[in-house]
């Protein structure tokens, strides 16, 4: 299994996951219909897509009994077509039924930003590009999300606050200017005696020029048209690392990867990506 669903914040979050279904009374359909009997059980693709997050599925069914087998019956990372049986499941009815849908809506979720990255990462793979993910992500979710977007081909950003400095336009405000920021930041790690690498937002290719003036290890052209992120490719020359931000599609994302920059920021990756459709079905009665 991989080390992230060992990790006890996920394993907290599959115990929520399955109070929140269970209640106080557990599954009482199931339990009305048999209690002992042993079942097996496939997950089924509804549709085509990248499948991502089978080892959580398994830690669903397992939490809720031990007893129960899970059986992966694909690799994750691969696109599979519609209607591939991705896992098997054999146990007691109402420990395979009950566990069912939190398995679903965590593999649901997770495959659905693997398949969106999975795309993204696929329109633009003639060029030397990176997509790459940011912290819109589901609150409690984002280790998760993230491995998704691994998963599908693409790249992490940042964690979170605290492993990189992102000095964006109301940094840049509270500090004074740009070269005071980044002189804050290198200050601020010399104090606390630990490194990071430090990127800096860029709306206009005046701001890029300090950024070059500064020598910081990435750039972020945000917002910025096609015209202008070009003319910053230009500018910067390959001295530093571009990245480019700020509502990044489906539809403008060849345009930007073409120009020459080094990463693509893609908050739909996570923020806007859709569910993929799985089911569960029952294949035969044990005994």
């Not at 929520?16 to 009482?28: F, H």
């Not at 219909?33 to 599925?57: R, W």
């Not at 077509?81 to 054999?90: E, F, L, P």
Request: aromatic share 6%; proline share 1%.
């Amino acid at each position: 299994m991989n080390d992230l669903f060992k990790q006890p914040e996920i394993t907290q979050l599959v115990k929520s996951a399955l109070e929140e279904d269970l209640g106080s009374r557990g599954d009482i359909t199931s339990k009305a219909i048999n209690d002992d009997k042993t079942i097996q059980a496939e997950i089924i693709m509804k549709e085509s897509g990248v499948l991502a997050g089978l080892d959580l599925a398994r830690l669903v069914f397992e939490y809720d009994d031990e007893s129960i087998e899970f059986k992966s019956l694909v690799s994750e990372g691969d696109f599979h077509s519609k209607g591939c049986a991705v896992a098997r499941i054999t146990g007691k009815v109402v420990s395979v039924l009950q566990a069912e849908r939190t398995a679903l809506n965590f593999l649901g979720r997770l495959s659905g930003i693997a398949t969106q990255t999975f795309h993204f990462v696929r329109l633009i793979n003639e060029f030397d590009t990176t997509i790459l993910d940011t912290r819109k992500t589901t609150p409690g979710w984002r280790a998760l999300e993230k491995y998704a977007v691994r998963t599908g081909g693409g790249q992490n950003h940042r964690m979170g606050l605290w492993d990189m400095f992102l000095i964006k336009d109301n940094h840049i405000t509270a500090a004074g200017g740009i070269r005071l920021a980044v002189e804050k930041c290198r200050q601020y790690m010399k104090n606390q005696n630990f490194n990071a690498k430090i990127q800096v937002e860029a709306c206009t290719l005046e701001m890029v020029q300090e950024c070059l003036d500064q020598e910081i290890d990435v750039i972020m052209l945000d917002n910025m048209s096609i015209d202008e992120m070009r003319r910053a490719v230009e500018r910067v020359d390959g001295k530093i690392p571009l990245e480019a931000s700020g509502n990044m599609n489906m539809e403008s994302l060849y345009d930007v990867a073409q120009i020459g920059v080094d990463y693509i920021s893609v908050g739909a990756l996570t923020h806007s990506a859709r569910n993929l459709d799985l089911t569960m079905l029952l294949t035969e009665n044990r005994n």
